[in-house]
Antibody
Framework: QVQLQESGPGLVKPSETLSLTCTVSGGSVNNYYWGWIRQPPGKGLEWIGHIYYSGNTNYNPSLKSRVTISVDTSKNQLSLKLSSMTAADTAVYYC?????????WGQGTLVTVSS | EIVLTQSPGTLSLSPGERATLSCRASQSVNNNYLVWYQQKPGQAPRLLVFRASIRATGIPDRFSGSGSGTDFTLTIGRLEPEDFAVYYCQEHGSSSWTFGQGTKVEIK
């Protein structure tokens, strides 16, 4: 059973860079796309971007200037970096595997932006 | 960038009733690459339907997806108590895999 676990700081200061890691267990990152999605409290889902295991990426145009997604096949992990954080970036951040849709999701991690 | 508009925003129905949810795209979705998810409070979304009409593994057959081009529908044949949730569509026919804003199905 594939499992995904997000990890990283729960609190980030304004203007800082958020760094999150998603560890995949029970399966390999190879041969799949992997995505990051976020959800502000009480609001809908927002696609941040996705990456193929080979490293090819696509980002949400509204976030593209601030986002970097990478994958480490040796560690079976993917990562998300989002720079210049503001209160509007406060959200639950999810990683997920893409297989004709996001078929496996992490439990999500709440990131709050506050000084 | 394709914009997905879901309607209605909220659907108030009773258990046993049929639910019809709409997802309209601002331009044609390539290859009908349209996905539906269900999300319950405090949980990650669950994949229901991919390629507009194919149920994901383990999804009951009361869930059915249809549509093509710019108009897509998720139908829940007879609502069970566990079906009351928020439903999202997502397209992946373009380089931006955007979500709709969601439809909440609530108990009437």
């Amino acid at each position: 059973q594939v499992q995904l676990q997000e990890s990283g700081p729960g609190l980030v200061k304004p203007s800082e860079t958020l760094s999150l890691t998603c560890t995949v267990s029970g399966g390999s990152v190879n041969n799949y796309y992997w995505g990051w999605i976020r959800q502000p409290p009480g609001k809908g889902l927002e696609w941040i971007g996705h990456i193929y295991y080979s490293g090819n990426t696509n980002y949400n145009p509204s976030l593209k200037s601030r986002v970097t997604i990478s994958v480490d096949t040796s560690k079976n992990q993917l990562s998300l970096k989002l720079s210049s954080m503001t209160a509007a970036d406060t959200a639950v951040y999810y990683c997920a595997r893409w297989n004709e849709g996001m078929d496996y999701w992490g439990q999500g991690t709440l990131v709050t932006v506050s000084s | 960038e394709i914009v997905l508009t879901q309607s209605p925003g909220t659907l108030s129905l009773s258990p046993g009733e049929r639910a019809t949810l709409s997802c309209r795209a601002s331009q044609s979705v390539n290859n009908n690459y349209l996905v539906w998810y269900q999300q319950k409070p405090g949980q990650a979304p669950r994949l229901l339907v991919f390629r507009a009409s194919i149920r994901a593994t383990g999804i009951p057959d009361r869930f059915s997806g249809s549509g093509s081009g710019t108009d897509f529908t998720l139908t829940i044949g007879r609502l069970e108590p566990e079906d009351f949730a928020v439903y999202y569509c997502q397209e992946h026919g373009s380089s931006s895999w955007t979500f709709g804003q969601g439809t909440k199905v609530e108990i009437k």
